[in-house]
């Protein structure tokens, strides 16, 4: 979920990432005068490679030390200079946050208006649904993603957006759900971000092909992760994590490892807390 979500190496010992992928970027040759004004309302932008590895933290101050190629990151409380370093280092940035909650803690949390919030999160204080309907809701997440731009980040992370299969308080459905989720690529790539599609599982084959990579919590806790052939066919990276206790073994990790393997995963073990406690990689 939002907030507390969030590890050493696997199969490879040491606490490292053995990465240094080289980033691809979209690029056109010859433009027809169409695709100069697509290309004009959508910027060039950043796409991951499927061999691209990552870390996540959204807790505490930011371990910069990784070599993971990837850093995802909260987009509100990262300071601009951990940013900056990261960026310095030739990482490439994604942010962090919630498109389908609102969270009481965050400063712009005023601008949701009392009809936008429904039911509680079970387990997450603070956090309600929102009804990704609305267009306040909507114009909140594009000031969001104005920020990201301007904090310099290469894209988005945003979570909870698979509320139809919640108990949001509001009668949203596959096809709402649907809607959003394509309206925050769009907007994503309207300003040169790349976008990741959070576990959202159930949406997989019908948003692969609009979204630049996908972030998953718990697809091997859960037999999920086969689904995400569906991005990994088309070369776009899947950023796993697992928070089960039991894969801080050694030994029960090697396991997970082959399975992420086998599916070009890219997947970490790490503390629920996302806070840099521990830190698994398996590549």
């Avoid at 900056?84 to 389908?100: E, I, P, T």
């Avoid at 601008?111 to 809701?137: C, H, Q």
């Avoid at 096809?175 to 959003?180: A, E, I, K, R």
């Amino acid at each position: 979920m939002a907030m507390v979500v969030g590890t050493l190496a696997a199969c490879g010992g040491g606490g490292d990432d053995s990465g240094g992928s080289v980033v691809r970027v979209s690029e056109a040759t010859t433009l027809s005068p169409t695709a100069v004004s697509s290309a004009v309302t959508n910027p060039t932008r950043w796409m991951p490679l499927l061999t691209d590895t990552w870390q996540l933290q959204l807790q505490g101050t930011i371990n910069t030390s990784y070599s993971a190629v990837v850093y995802d990151i909260d987009l509100f409380d990262t300071p601009q200079a951990t940013i900056n370093a990261l960026k310095a280092q030739g990482k490439r940035v994604v942010c962090y946050f919630s498109a389908g909650s609102s969270e009481n803690w965050r400063s712009d949390f005023s601008k949701f208006k009392a009809a936008d919030m429904g039911n509680a999160l079970d387990g997450w204080a603070g956090e309600r649904w929102l009804d990704t309907r609305s267009a306040n809701v909507r114009a909140i997440m594009q000031a969001r993603m104005d920020l990201a731009k301007s904090k310099g980040c290469d894209g988005i992370d945003p979570d909870n957006v698979d509320g139809y299969t919640n108990k949001p308080g509001f009668p949203l459905t596959a096809t709402t759900q649907l809607d959003y989720n394509l309206f925050l690529a769009n907007e994503a790539h309207a300003r040169g971000l790349a976008v990741g599609l959070k576990n959202s599982v159930a949406q997989l084959s019908d948003l692969a092909s609009s979204f630049d990579f996908a972030v998953n919590e718990q697809c091997f806790q859960y037999n999920e992760c086969s689904g995400y052939s569906a991005f990994t066919v088309q070369g776009k990276p899947v950023f796993n994590v697992e928070y089960q206790t039991k894969w801080k073994d050694a030994t029960t990790r090697q396991t997970l490892c082959a399975k992420a393997k086998a599916l070009n995963l890219r997947t970490l073990v790490l503390p629920l807390a996302l806070n840099d406690k521990f830190r698994y990689s398996c590549d």
